[in-house]
């Protein structure tokens, strides 16, 4: 099946700074993909839809301005997080649909976000 | 707005038993529905999925599901559990009409030797 891929897996970092985590589809092209926030012992939530080429378009109740989402081409997407807090501590996974329809997502490993 | 229920939080079964765990959604027309299995380190997996026809999905790994409409349900089962099946199951239903998963809280199976 097509492979979804994550850097990095897990990342600690101080209050305040910012980090960037990538999603990449290895062997398919995805003009949509998806970023999702997985408490501990919690459903996935629906963050934010990448779309490559323009903007991306966030669920209600998601901060724009705190998760920067950057979709620069058909196999990369970024997550920012800007001025992390002890609060964004939370395990992001990224998803992309290897078809236009976007019948089966293929989901990344996800990334452990540790902010101290 | 849609929505899925997943009434267990574990479920512990001995190898070699079978298996059921539950979902029900919440959706005005008829919904996408889907089961995903997650293991520590990997990403979701798609086990199977229903949009349409037969009501009895197969899936991988010897897994099944049901749709019943009248009873909202979406139960996913298994005749013979195995030790390598012990990992987070998610039921998810497609987000507004569409095949955007949206997940319940997810069903920790347990496996007894």
């Known amino acids: 099946g097509a492979v979804v891929s994550q850097h990095p897996s897990r990342v600690i970092c101080k209050s305040g700074t910012s980090v960037k985590i990538e999603c990449r589809s290895l062997d398919f092209q995805a003009t949509t993909m998806f970023w999702y926030r997985q408490f501990p012992k919690k459903s996935l939530m629906l963050m934010a839809t990448s779309n490559e080429g323009s903007k991306a378009t966030y669920e209600q109740g998601v901060e724009k301005d705190k998760f920067l989402i950057n979709h620069a081409s058909l196999t990369l997407s970024t997550l920012t997080v800007t001025s992390a807090h002890p609060e964004d501590s939370s395990f992001y996974i990224c998803?992309?649909?290897?078809?236009?329809?976007?019948?089966?997502?293929?989901f990344g490993p996800g990334t452990r976000l540790l902010v101290l | 707005a849609q929505s899925v229920t997943q009434p267990d939080i574990h479920i512990t079964v001995s190898e070699g038993a079978s298996l059921e765990l539950r979902c029900n959604y919440s959706?005005?027309?008829?919904?996408?529905l889907f089961w995903y299995v997650q293991s520590p380190g990997q990403g979701l997996q798609l086990l199977l999925k229903y949009f349409s026809g037969d009501t009895l999905v197969q899936g991988i790994k010897g897994f099944e599901a049901e749709f019943k409409r009248s009873q909202s349900s979406f139960n996913l089962r298994k005749p013979s559990v195995h030790w390598s099946d012990a990992a987070e199951y998610f039921c998810?239903?497609?987000?507004?009409?569409?095949?955007?998963?949206?997940f319940g809280r997810g069903t920790s199976l347990i496996v007894h030797p």
């Open positions: 959706y005005g027309a008829t919904p996408y």
């Open positions: 998803s992309a649909p290897t078809d236009t329809l976007g019948e089966t997502q293929y």
């Open positions: 998810a239903v497609g987000k507004g009409g569409s095949y955007i998963p949206t």
